[in-house]
């Protein structure tokens, strides 16, 4: 679910402030957005849990669960919706510890409001474009590797691998971050959703299915498992 051209894009506001949150409520609704609010990080989860929306503003500073840890858990989930963090503190470090844990932006109170509606349309500009680009297919590559989205066929050199949805949705995320390893939670959380059961040994299953299906010909190992911390997409050398 991402914004259109068609339609006006729903914006989640995380803010505590009551004024603050008001403010950029009446604001955002005046230019022709949907608006929903949270006013904690616990509220915030849930309602992205269950309606995921195409923006978000996040406040950093929050009741319980603060801002970076609801922007951390929302990226653990593969979510890949655009994150405007809001500060009041003028300090780098908390602005790279919003942009680690995945923020896309972020903007320093006190803020003019012209300029959070500014960097509100960049971002989802930045997401029609990436629209357009999946309408159009893509094509991923590693090594001797690629998966074609539209098709939904890999090849591992000139060979073809037919995959299941959930074979394809692995490996996709696999090859979406090369070389990076993946926690065991976040790949749950990313292809079989937020209430998977823990303690199910599926991801197990799956990646062997997927090892013996790019492996069928006798090529090297590319999925990897990095004991105590999950899986990598990785060859060996």
């Not at 942009?99 to 003019?112: H, R």
């Not at 989205?149 to 959930?166: D, F, N, Q, V």
């Not at 199910?200 to 990646?207: R, W």
Request: charged share 30%.
């Amino acid at each position: 679910m991402t914004a259109t051209l068609n339609r006006q894009a729903r914006i989640l506001v995380v803010e505590d402030e009551r004024s603050i949150l008001s403010a950029i409520r009446r604001g955002l609704a005046f230019e022709g957005y949907t608006v929903e609010i949270a006013e904690s990080g616990t509220q915030a989860l849930d309602i992205v849990r269950d309606r995921l929306p195409d923006l978000i503003v996040l406040d950093i500073m929050l009741p319980g669960i603060d801002g970076i840890e609801v922007c951390r858990r929302i990226r653990a989930a593969g979510e890949d919706v655009p994150i405007l963090m809001l500060t009041a503190r003028d300090d780098v470090q908390d602005r790279v510890a919003g942009l680690d844990a995945g923020a896309d932006d972020y903007l320093i109170k006190p803020f003019a409001f012209e300029e959070l509606l500014a960097r509100v349309r960049a971002l989802l500009r930045r997401l029609e474009r990436q629209d357009d680009d999946r309408l159009a297919g893509e094509v991923l590559q590693f090594d001797d590797l690629t998966l074609d989205t539209t098709t939904r066929y890999a090849h591992r050199g000139e060979r073809r691998i037919e995959l299941t949805t959930r074979e394809f949705d692995l490996l996709m995320l696999f090859m979406r971050h090369p070389n990076q390893v993946l926690p065991r939670e976040m790949i749950m959380e990313r292809v079989w959703g937020y209430d998977f059961p823990g303690e199910s040994n599926v991801l197990e299953v799956y990646v062997k299915n997927l090892r013996r299906l790019l492996e069928a010909d006798g090529e090297p190992r590319i999925v990897q498992t990095v004991r105590g911390a999950g899986y990598v997409l990785r060859r060996d050398h």
